[in-house]
């Protein structure tokens, strides 16, 4: 019976190194990969996060470096720091009516910085430096359904359509799951539907940033301020993809088809820089106003990535027989984000602090750069894809007594997508506590609970996964000032 596959596919070559790197580029970079350099999670610092990110307006600490470098002019003492942080997350996925649930979660390093106040005749000079994480990509999602309507196999080879002139990477006709009619030029690929699709996608990595940062009065109650940072990071994907004829549709040889394997992957290295102003205007013990602006980063990725890929069919033969197909690649590519601008204030009443912040962003500006041309057309999608959003954030905190603090807030980020409904925003409720450990150390403690809805594509919209996700993230920061 082997005989007589090799037979079916006689039109085959065992040339693949062509379209390993076209087939791995298109599946490396898409808008969303820019996308994913640009957001920037739910920020630095556990009271900061506790207070629901609305920090612009306060950021009197070591984490100021990340909001509003401004801010650090009125600290009057140095600080050292560290922070940890715990992220889990749970995605609810649905596809054709059957639900999943998948789990991950990590724990890395949050924050590491020293704060310095230089000593001035008038007014102050501080100087800050250290590091914290920006973003953390931790994901997860599993399914398994009955569709009905589509099979990947027909993105490799759609049954009818014109084959092109080198199919040796082609994966459908390398796996025996699709023929090739010489006469009329065409594909020839009856697997159209009606498949058990399956699949596991794990993400991680994240970007760190490195930074340098100092503030300085420059009028009565008035700073201004300024970060430099260079962010470093990894990105790792990957996917088990499986089809199956659970339904035994495909049982006429040679389409006795039973199951199909994919195994997909991206590894991918990253840096960038940027920089961020800041300005505050203080009302001692009354009333903060702040102001920043963060210039587009400018990343470079350096990525490998591939796939391999089996096909199973019922009368026992695998194909290829001694090791999976594969189509290996790598490359390089930049994205340019968006500029960043954000406003906040804060006011003191007594013991309590109330803040608020809006975040405004147009991720229409974000941009491939230094690309191959297929991936630099993708540049135009970003006008249709995406839109401008303005993120909303509020916090309180009140000190008792003995320096005890309880903080609560909320922050809500805009999914950037046109057309998206509010459900897909990312919304966060937070809380913490604030534990003095003597007169000039301090432990911050602090929980994030977020929630929103989203959906993935395997490989268009007829094979499509709803996802429901919540995310709980704990923080712990240490601080002494002296």
């Known amino acids: 019976m082997d005989k007589h596959r090799m037979n079916f596919l006689r039109h085959c070559t065992a040339i693949v190194v062509v379209m390993m790197t076209a087939a791995g580029a298109a599946f490396a970079q898409y808008p969303e990969d820019a996308l994913r350099l640009g957001l920037s999670g739910i920020g630095v610092g556990a009271r900061a996060i506790a207070m629901g990110g609305a920090y612009t307006g306060v950021a009197n600490d070591y984490s100021a470096i990340y909001w509003n470098p ?26 054709f009516g059957s639900a999943e649930t998948y789990t991950n979660s990590s724990t890395a390093l949050n924050s590491l910085g020293l704060v310095h106040k230089v000593p001035t005749l008038r007014g102050n000079l501080v100087l800050g430096f250290g590091f914290h994480r920006q973003a953390n990509f931790l994901s997860g999602m599993s399914f398994t359904g009955f569709n009905p309507n589509s099979s990947i196999l027909q993105t490799y080879a759609r049954n009818g359509a014109q084959y092109p002139s080198d199919i040796s990477g082609n994966i459908a006709y390398q796996l025996y799951l699709a023929d090739i009619d010489t006469v009329n030029g065409t594909f020839i690929s009856p697997i159209t539907s009606r498949v058990t699709q399956l699949a596991k996608v794990l993400e991680s990595g994240g970007l760190n940033n490195w930074s340098v940062s100092g503030a300085l009065d420059i009028a009565k109650e008035v700073s201004l301020g300024l970060t430099l940072t260079y962010v470093s990071g990894t990105y790792r994907y990957d996917r088990t993809y499986e089809e199956q004829d659970r339904a035994r549709i495909y049982q006429s040889f040679p389409y006795d088809f039973d199951a199909f394997t994919l195994e997909e992957y991206v590894d991918g290295d990253i840096s960038g820089f940027n920089a961020k102003f800041g300005l505050m205007y203080r009302v001692p013990d009354r009333f903060r106003l702040g102001l920043a602006v963060k210039t587009p980063t400018a990343f470079t990725v350096k990525e490998s990535f591939g796939s391999y890929a089996r096909a199973y069919f019922d009368n026992g033969d695998i194909k290829p027989n001694d090791k999976p197909f594969e189509d290996l690649a790598s490359g390089d590519y930049g994205v340019r984000t968006p500029w960043v601008f954000s406003a906040g204030a804060s006011v003191i009443f007594g013991d309590l602090v109330l803040s608020g912040d809006v975040e405004y962003t147009d991720w229409t500006q974000m941009e491939f750069k230094d690309a191959t041309s297929d991936v630099m057309a993708q540049n135009r999608d970003f006008k249709t894809l995406f839109r401008p959003t303005a993120d909303l954030r509020a916090g309180a905190e009140y000190s008792f007594g003995g320096g005890l603090r309880i903080r609560g807030g909320f922050m809500m980020n805009r999914s950037p997508y046109e057309g998206d409904p509010s459900s897909f925003d990312q919304k966060y409720i937070t809380g913490g506590l604030g534990i003095p450990l003597g007169g000039s150390t301090m432990l911050d403690l602090t929980y994030a609970r977020g929630w929103w809805d989203t959906f993935r594509t395997n490989y268009n919209s007829s094979s499509r996964v709803n996802e429901s996700i919540t995310s709980n993230t704990i923080l712990a920061t240490f601080s002494h000032r002296f």
């Open 70 to 95: 401004a801010g650090l002019a009125q600290m009057q003492y140095s600080e050292f720091t560290a922070g940890m942080s715990h992220l889990s997350m749970k995605n609810n996925s649905t596809f």
